[in-house]
């Protein structure tokens, strides 16, 4: 059922929406965004591959040496006194040795050069003694496989190597190299507009009239919105007056798949959000039990997903990386993951009341023993945008906590995880 503000005003104890049903429900209603196109390898980072990719080679595609060292025959070395071989020749990298290793022979082999035929070891530089062009090492049996890479040992022809939905950092960019893959099918990137309402907002380098503060909120929303799978589009700030912020809606739902707003969520006279989405789209819930981050809306805007955020800072932030976030990653096709929660010992006392989930902003750190161990920012009034700054990680209360005791064990949310 569709909540309207007006409903949310006159039913002031109605309950509120619990974090983990929010994001269910929220994650339930998206899809990925439709559109397909395909670029150079070297501009797929941070994208989302729109199909599984293949490998039409075996990587590696020979046998090579792991080791800069001599390449051996295993049956000519029992392990029974000295041995030793003849050096017939070199491999190197690209270079490969012609020829066959025979009976009492050994090449001289570089770290990734052909394994020649015959050879079925490497015998690392380390384990031998050259003299002219004989080589002697200690008894010790020689396995064979010693210190070779076999064809295909990383990935094989037919492989899939990649699947669909997989965020592409460096280490995905060097996999689809190593399988001579030099364009990708990627999603399209998924397209954000927002702003922030409120006549209190001044933008930067305007000087504060009385009353008014610097808009943070659209600084930290296109910071945390800058990631290649994303375009966004700054609306600015828009002033408390009902056409106005109907005309920005307007504006953001023609453009956009996702549209965010900061402020004007509550139920203020003059907070024309809630209102306006109920008149020109819809609205699906309203109010969340979580602190900081109370009266956060979500809904529709024509085609547009519809996010409300908060205007203080801090709640704008949280509710962001708690569903705009998981969110944003599902409509750009990313494979669905749960978030990285680890267990920490509170260094001291956390203060809560019981009621409403909280995000504490905290420092996570190994202690002394090796255990992890998260101490507050200090304040953590939604206003106090500095906590963000020296946290590291969310420390998660249940609603039903009362907080939390020194030494106690807590569940913690490192920023690293969110990109952050």
């Given at each position: 059922m569709n909540t309207s503000p007006a409903d949310c005003c006159a039913e002031p104890s109605r309950k509120l929406l619990s974090v983990e049903e929010g994001r269910a429900r929220i994650l339930d209603s998206l899809q990925p965004v439709e559109g397909v196109e395909r670029l150079p390898l070297k501009s797929a980072t941070g994208r989302i591959l729109a199909q599984d990719i293949v490998s039409a080679i075996d990587v590696p595609c020979f046998a090579n040496s792991a080791m800069d060292g001599y390449a051996v025959r295993s049956q000519d070395c029992p392990g029974e006194g000295d041995t030793v071989l003849e050096v017939v020749g070199s491999s190197f990298a690209g270079a490969p040795f012609e020829g066959a290793v025979g009976r009492g022979q050994c090449v001289r082999i570089m770290t990734g050069a052909v394994v020649p035929e015959g050879a079925d070891a490497v015998l690392m530089q380390e384990r031998v003694e050259r003299e002219d062009e004989r080589i002697r090492f200690a008894s010790g049996s020689v396995e064979a496989g010693l210190n070779v890479r076999y064809p295909g040992e990383d990935t094989r022809r037919g492989d899939t190597v990649l699947e669909c939905g997989k965020r592409l950092g460096a280490a995905e960019i060097a996999l689809l190299a190593s399988?001579?893959?030099?364009?990708?099918?990627?999603?399209?990137?998924?397209?954000?507009?927002?702003?922030?309402?409120?006549?209190?907002?001044?933008?930067?380098?305007?000087?504060?009239?009385a009353g008014q503060i610097y808009d943070?909120?659209?600084?930290?929303?296109?910071?945390?919105l800058s990631a290649p799978r994303i375009e966004y589009y700054d609306l600015g700030v828009i002033p408390d007056r009902r056409d106005a912020v109907r005309d920005a809606f307007r504006q953001a739902g023609a453009m956009a798949d996702l549209v965010l707003t900061s402020g004007g969520v509550s139920v203020g006279e003059a907070d024309y959000v809630t209102e306006t989405l109920a008149e020109l789209g819809q609205i699906d819930f309203w109010r969340m039990a979580m602190k900081p981050g109370k009266p956060l809306a979500f809904g529709r805007l024509g085609a547009a997903v519809f996010f409300g955020l908060p205007g203080n800072p801090v709640s704008a932030m949280v509710t962001f990386y708690q569903f705009v976030l998981p969110a944003i990653r599902k409509m750009s096709g990313e494979k669905a993951r749960a978030p990285l929660l680890l267990q920490a010992r509170c260094a001291g006392d956390l203060r809560k009341a019981p009621g409403r989930m909280e995000f504490q902003r905290g420092i996570l750190q190994t202690a002394a023993d090796g255990s992890l161990e998260v101490s507050t920012t200090g304040l953590q009034g939604s206003h106090v945008l500095s906590s963000m700054s020296r946290a590291n990680c969310f420390i998660h209360l249940p609603a039903e906590s009362s907080g939390a005791h020194r030494g106690e064990m807590v569940t913690v949310q490192p920023f690293a995880d969110l990109g952050y």
């Open positions: 399988v001579g893959v030099g364009e990708v099918p990627l999603r399209r990137r998924l397209r954000v507009a927002f702003f922030s309402t409120g006549d209190e907002l001044t933008s930067l380098g305007q000087p504060l009239e943070s909120n659209r600084y930290a929303l296109s910071a945390m």
